[in-house]
């Protein structure tokens, strides 16, 4: 089973700051299989990015997606207020498997 | 507009059994291949089973043997059968949609309901 390890557990930014999230699997995700949610308090996950790099629909450009292999990275350009929340990445290369989850909270 | 609406939570003994539901609307379940994932409190997700456009339906190694997915398509509706529960199977459970491109199926979620929690204790 691939681990996906999301680091770090916790950024906290400001509004209008660069938030970058990583993703590492324990081995090499197939073709770049690599997914991004985001989830709010008491709501269900919002798929934002699929592999790798292709922003869901409706997923506002400020989200992009980079990497390959066992390195991944969410990157949100400048953080609305309605962007705090955590945030998980999934491999659906070979089963299935969630990261644990990076909380992005207002500093 | 696509909704998927769950039920049947609620509060169960160890050894027990619940039977949870997901209403779908603004498309065919039939047609799509749809998962139930769970999140235990304050954790992170966790994949539970699937069930194909064609109707094979596969698990994972913590639920297999003790939970089966199931459709009724004049419904339109999935269900989860969960026998000999366990603490550890206390989670809110979503149904999920998969995500479908150019007709390639791909086991990831583009639609979530809002869950449904399952608490498992005495």
Same mark, same amino acid.
């Given at each position: ?39 709010? =308090? #008491?709501?269900? =996950?919002?798929?934002?990015?699929? #592999? ?8 506002? $450009?400020?989200?992009? #997606?980079?990497?390959?292999?066992? $390195? ?10 309605? $962007? ?14 969630? #990261? ?8 | ?28 379940? !039939? !047609? ?10 304050? @954790? ?17 190694? !913590?639920? @297999? ?9 004049? @419904? ?7 026998? !000999? ?38």
């Amino acid at each position: 089973e691939i681990v996906l390890t999301q680091s770090p557990g916790t950024l906290s930014l400001s509004p209008g700051e660069r938030a970058t999230l990583s993703c590492r699997a324990s081995q090499s995700v197939g073709s770049s299989s690599l997914a991004w949610y985001q989830q709010k =308090p #008491g709501q269900a =996950p919002r798929l934002l990015i699929y #592999g790798a790099s292709s922003r869901a629909t409706g997923i506002p $450009d400020r989200f992009s #997606g980079s990497g390959s292999g066992t $390195d991944f990275t969410l990157t949100i350009s400048r953080l609305e207020p309605e $962007d705090f929340a955590v945030y998980y990445c999934q491999q659906y290369g070979s089963s299935r498997t969630f #990261g644990q989850g990076t909380k992005v909270e207002i500093k | 507009e696509v909704q998927l609406v769950e039920s049947g939570g609620g509060l169960v003994q160890p050894g027990g059994s619940l039977r949870l539901s997901c209403a779908a609307s603004g498309f065919t379940v !039939s !047609s799509n291949y749809m998962s139930w994932v769970r999140q235990a409190p304050g @954790k992170g997700l966790e994949w539970v089973s699937v069930i194909y456009s064609g109707g094979s339906t596969y698990y994972a190694d !913590s639920v @297999k043997g003790r939970f089966t997915l199931s459709r009724d398509n004049s @419904k339109n509706t999935l269900f989860l059968q969960m026998n !000999s529960l366990r603490a550890e199977d206390t989670a809110l459970y979503y149904c999920a949609r998969h995500l479908m491109i150019s007709s390639s199926w791909f086991f990831l979620f583009d639609y979530w309901g809002q869950g449904t929690l399952v608490t498992v204790s005495s």
